[in-house]
């Protein structure tokens, strides 16, 4: 049997979409920006001559790229309540989130840091500046600029990550996109709709972190 196709009957659930699409890009920008400035952090603690707390980092870094993002997912929402701390949807969403993409970007941001010519650093220091001021104008922004494109992709994978979030209620485009197919029963419409609208917000944002990029390390270095 041929089978019709009624993209018509998405329409009527247009709302519902776009508040999915507005909800995974809140959950993106908070997650990426949190993520990564705690990834900065952790960078600096894995780089540091500190061993306790580098083993520490190293520990929480193994512990979630290793581990599933929905399993750290439904432990927050479902698995701290047990020690008293109960989270939205969103909240558990998010949180999840920033500790995931913390994880990875402290990676990602520490072979930046291993990148950068020992001279430089030894420069800086000749310069009786802080350690805090070497890591601020020496090492951290030559070392994004090297990872930048990295860092952006994984951005992009945990906006995509972020529709598993559905299984615990938070109402992004999968959840939206589930939702619709259980009323109208037209998966293929409602699935294909919602792959065309990550697709969208994926290239969307490759494009508006390369702008950032190129505004953020261009910029700087002419100043």
């Given amino acids: 049997m041929a089978y019709k196709f009624d993209f018509g009957a998405i329409v ?8 999915g699409v507005v909800l995974t890009t809140e959950l993106t920008v908070i997650g990426a920006v949190v993520g990564v400035s705690l990834g900065t952090l952790g960078a600096w603690a894995r780089a540091s001559r500190a061993p306790v707390i580098s083993q520490i980092v190293g520990i929480y870094v193994e512990l979630i790229r290793n581990t599933p993002f929905l399993v750290q997912l439904f432990f927050i929402f479902f698995g701290l ?19 995931n993409l913390g994880a990875y970007s402290t990676e990602i941001i520490r072979a930046g840091i291993l990148a950068i010519p020992r001279g430089q650093i030894e420069a800086a220091q000749s310069l009786a ?15 994004l600029k090297k990872i930048w494109p990295a860092l952006s992709s994984q951005i992009v994978i945990v906006m995509l990550g972020s529709s598993v979030c559905s299984q615990i209620a938070a109402e992004e485009l999968t959840f939206a996109a589930n939702y619709i197919q259980a009323v109208n029963f ?12 990550y697709l969208a917000m994926s290239v969307l944002l490759r494009w508006v972190l390369k702008i950032f990029g190129n505004f953020l390390f261009e910029r700087r270095s002419h100043v």
């Fill in 12 to 19: 009527p659930h247009w709302e519902l979409l776009l508040d």
């Fill in 81 to 99: 309540p047990a020690l008293g701390v109960k989270l939205s949807e969103f909240q558990a969403a998010v949180l999840a989130m920033i500790v």
């Fill in 129 to 143: 500046m802080s350690r805090v001021q070497i890591f601020r104008y020496v090492i951290i922004r030559p070392a």
């Fill in 186 to 197: 037209r998966a293929f419409e409602v699935y294909f709709v919602a792959t065309a609208l």
